[in-house]
T-cell receptor, first 113, second 116 residues
Framework: KNQVEQSPQSLIILEGKNCTLQCNYTVSPFSNLRWYKQDTGRGPVSLTIMTFSENTKSNGRYTATLDADTKQSSLHITASQLSDSASYICVVSARGNNNDMRFGAGTRLTVKP | DTAVSQTPKYLVTQMGNDKSIKCEQNLGHDTMYWYKQDSKKFLKIMFSYNNKELIINETVPNRFSPKSPDKAHLNLHINSLELGDSAVYFC???????????????FGPGTRLLVL
C-alpha cells in the first residue's frame, strides 16, 4: 500500500469553478509535504511546501492545507482556468538522513470551457 | 535559459541495447536526482547525487548506473535494456539536500524511453 494516497483519481470541472484535491499519508516521521503540478508531457513544478507547523500555504489561486494530526492535506484551486488542467501530485518527505520522499499517484484535473 | 535540461527527449530502442540519458542544470544546485515515472504515473526516486557523491540509491537494478562528471551534470546509463524499463525518466535538482522546508526541486522535461 502506497504511503501517500490521493483522491479523486481524476476530476472534471467547468472553467471558473473551484475544486479541492485530497492527500492522505502514513509517512512517518513527517518532515514536509509538497504539492506539484505536472502538465502533460512536462516535468512536475512545485506549487507549495509545508512543514509540520504550517497548516496553510497559498500560491496564487492554489491554497494547500495540512492537518498533521490526521495526516491529511488538501489543495484548493479557486476560479479554475483551462491552464489548470494537469496532474497534481502530493509528495510527503520523511525526516532522516536521506529525507525519503514518497509520491502519490496524482489527481488528473481537467478544466472544460 | 533552461534550468534543467535532458537529452534526448524521446528514446526508442531494442531490448538488450545500452543507452544513456544526459541531464544538465544551470542553477548552481548541489543535488541532482533521477526519477522514473511508470505508466500509472507514479514517480519513484532512483538516485540522488550531492556534489558528485551518491547519497540515495534506491532499489534499482544494477543495470542502471548514474554518472556525475561534475555537480552540474548527472547522466544515467542503462545496460541491457528490458521491456519493463519503458517509462519517462525525469532529472531534477535542488539547492542542497531535499526534505528541507525551503528546498524546491526543479524537474527537467523528461525523457520518454520505449523499449521494443
Amino acid at each position: 500500500k502506497n504511503q501517500v494516497e490521493q483522491s479523486p483519481q481524476s476530476l472534471i470541472i467547468l472553467e471558473g469553478k473551484n475544486c479541492t484535491l485530497q492527500c492522505n499519508y502514513t509517512v512517518s516521521p513527517f518532515s514536509n509535504l509538497r504539492w506539484y503540478k505536472q502538465d502533460t508531457g512536462r516535468g512536475p513544478v512545485s506549487l507549495t511546501i509545508m512543514t509540520f507547523s504550517e497548516n496553510t500555504k497559498s500560491n496564487g489561486r492554489y491554497t494547500a492545507t495540512l492537518d498533521a494530526d490526521t495526516k491529511q492535506s488538501s489543495l484548493h484551486i479557486t476560479a479554475s482556468q483551462l491552464s489548470d488542467s494537469a496532474s497534481y501530485i502530493c509528495v510527503v518527505s520523511a525526516r532522516g538522513n536521506n529525507n525519503d520522499m514518497r509520491f502519490g499517484a496524482g489527481t488528473r484535473l481537467t478544466v472544460k470551457p | 535559459d533552461t534550468a534543467v535540461s535532458q537529452t534526448p527527449k524521446y528514446l526508442v530502442t531494442q531490448m538488450g541495447n545500452d543507452k544513456s540519458i544526459k541531464c544538465e542544470q544551470n542553477l548552481g544546485h548541489d543535488t541532482m536526482y533521477w526519477y522514473k515515472q511508470d505508466s500509472k504515473k507514479f514517480l519513484k526516486i532512483m538516485f540522488s547525487y550531492n556534489n558528485k557523491e551518491l547519497i540515495i540509491n534506491e532499489t534499482v537494478p544494477n543495470r542502471f548506473s548514474p554518472k556525475s562528471p561534475d555537480k552540474a551534470h548527472l547522466n544515467l546509463h542503462i545496460n541491457s535494456l528490458e521491456l519493463g524499463d519503458s517509462a519517462v525518466y525525469f532529472c531534477a535538482s535542488s539547492p542542497t539536500r531535499t526534505g528541507l522546508a525551503s528546498e524546491t526541486q526543479y524537474f527537467g522535461p523528461g525523457t520518454r524511453l520505449l523499449v521494443l
